[in-house]
């Protein structure tokens, strides 16, 4: 008989959790998870699925103008919140209750209430009964940050939160800079909203390639996103209309609803980890080695609240590569170099590898290939959507190190792209490839003249 009550304790049934729950229940480990909102975690409830929901709602507003120069004549279009809303509850929840079910066919026990770490080996539940573990696995995930210096942030609404309001924000601002922020000022001033975006910096997207930053930028203000560069809220007052904003440049604006969407940080606070001796860093992420394991030898942790890539697809292959090696008898360690991700805006942006800044201090030699034209889609419709291009190759090897797109299914182009980078393509390799045509991808594939070199 085993001294534990279970092999494997999962504190978070996100994608992260409710994987690796499976896949150890899969070789056989006695596993229990623990989930304190909805069984499905972030992504699936508050992130990336009703997110994107909502962006295939905003892009109907392009398809209906578009539509007049391909010879269609519409009613004029109405937009209802409501159903919207209603709709993507109903997916959402269909979608909590399949990773439910598929964690009680792997025979996983589910406890849908909080669970703090007691120790090493323990953990309690919020009704107080207490669980020993040979193994534990936090995989809470992140939560949004708060503002700091803002008086009033309580009014203000977080990207947990703003899915579910009762009105449609006629007027809505947004602070951040980060791919959320941009995501729903490009998808609210669709839906028809007046949207500000303040920022502190001056520029979007800190970290992305410098071409979709200033691409995007462009793209945000040709839909109407009025852009407020080193400019944020200071106090947020409620009135009988909305919101009032003072900002930190002696203005004010009068608004519905004030989206704060500054950054995540790691789902920790509360968790005992620090009375279990597990090391966090200053942010609060869990410190852990290639193999997902703290500094204490039984509590491991996968997904965001590791603050490694915070992704949906790495916190899966983290929690798949974690029940592996522990309960499967392998040696499986998760490669976080050239991971394709994508920005939901309209347009999209689509991106693996190093951008050009780090490309410039890897390699001594670089050779840029941009292209910069009118998606085919536009010319019937008069539609300003530009869509970019850019690849970056290490001069010496001819080796592929980066490529950056933004227009048109960029993510669905990123994750093809994704595999010809974790192979080590060659541009040679590019333009041996037969194009298809016509599509935007081909340049891909046709980009022959070097646009210019960079020299470190």
């Known amino acids: 008989m085993s001294q534990f009550d279970v092999d494997l304790f999962c504190i978070g049934a996100g994608s992260g959790g409710t994987r690796a729950a499976r896949i150890a229940a899969g070789y056989g480990a006695k596993v229990a998870i623990a989930e304190e909102f909805r069984i499905g975690g972030t992504c699936v409830i508050r992130g990336c699925v009703p997110k994107k929901l909502y962006v295939y709602a905003s892009r109907f507003a392009d398809d209906f103008a578009d539509a007049a120069g391909y010879g269609w004549s519409i009613p004029k279009p109405e937009f209802n919140w409501a159903k919207l809303k209603s ?186 980890l620090e009375s279990a001796g597990v090391t966090l860093d200053s942010d609060g992420a869990v410190k852990v080695d290639g193999y997902s394991r703290t500094n204490v030898p039984s509590i491991y942790a996968v997904g965001d609240v590791t603050n490694r890539i915070n992704l949906t697809p790495v916190a899966i292959r983290e929690g798949h590569a974690f029940a592996d090696t522990l309960f499967g008898g392998k040696d499986v360690r998760v490669d976080h170099t050239n991971v394709a991700s994508a920005v939901f805006t309209t347009p999209e942006i689509g991106t693996v590898g190093l951008t050009e800044a780090q490309a410039r201090e890897k390699f001594p ?26 690849i970056i190759v290490d001069a010496a090897t001819d080796k592929v190190v980066g490529v950056h797109i933004m227009g048109h299914e960029a993510g669905e182009m990123a994750q093809l792209l994704g595999i010809a980078v974790k192979m080590g393509a060659t541009k040679a390799d590019f333009d041996a490839t037969m194009a298809v045509h016509p599509t935007a991808a081909e340049e891909l594939v046709t980009m022959r003249s070097v646009s210019r070199q960079v020299i470190r």
């Not at 207490?130 to 203000?156: C, D, F, N, S, Y």
């Not at 920022?199 to 410098?210: P, Q, Y």
């Not at 030699?365 to 850019?390: A, C």
């Open 365 to 390: 030699l670089l050779n840029i290939f941009e292209s910069n034209f009118r998606p085919m889609k536009s010319t019937l419709s008069g539609n300003v959507e530009r869509t970019l291009m850019k």
């Open 87 to 272: 709709n993507k509850e109903a997916e959402i929840t269909r979608l909590s209750g399949i990773y439910r079910a598929n964690l009680a066919k792997a025979g996983v026990v589910i406890h849908e209430e909080r669970a703090v770490v007691t120790g090493a080996h323990s953990v309690q539940l919020a009704s107080g009964k207490q669980i020993t573990a040979k193994t534990i696995l936090i995989a809470t995930g992140g939560a949004p940050a708060r503002m700091q210096g803002l008086t009033g942030v309580e009014h203000a609404l977080t990207s947990d939160q703003i899915f579910d309001m009762t009105q449609f924000p006629a007027r809505l601002a947004i602070v951040g800079a980060g791919y959320i922020a941009v995501e729903f000022a490009s998808l609210f001033v669709r839906l028809g909203a007046k949207v500000s975006l303040m920022l502190r910096g001056d520029n979007i997207l800190r970290g992305f390639d410098e071409s979709m930053r200033e691409g995007l930028r462009q793209e945000l203000q040709h839909a109407g996103v009025d852009l407020k560069f080193g400019i944020v809220p200071t106090h947020v007052s409620k009135t009988d209309a909305g919101l009032k904003l003072a900002l930190s440049d002696g203005s004010t604006l009068d608004v519905d609803q004030l989206l704060v969407a500054t950054g995540r940080k790691p789902h920790t606070h509360g968790l005992g």
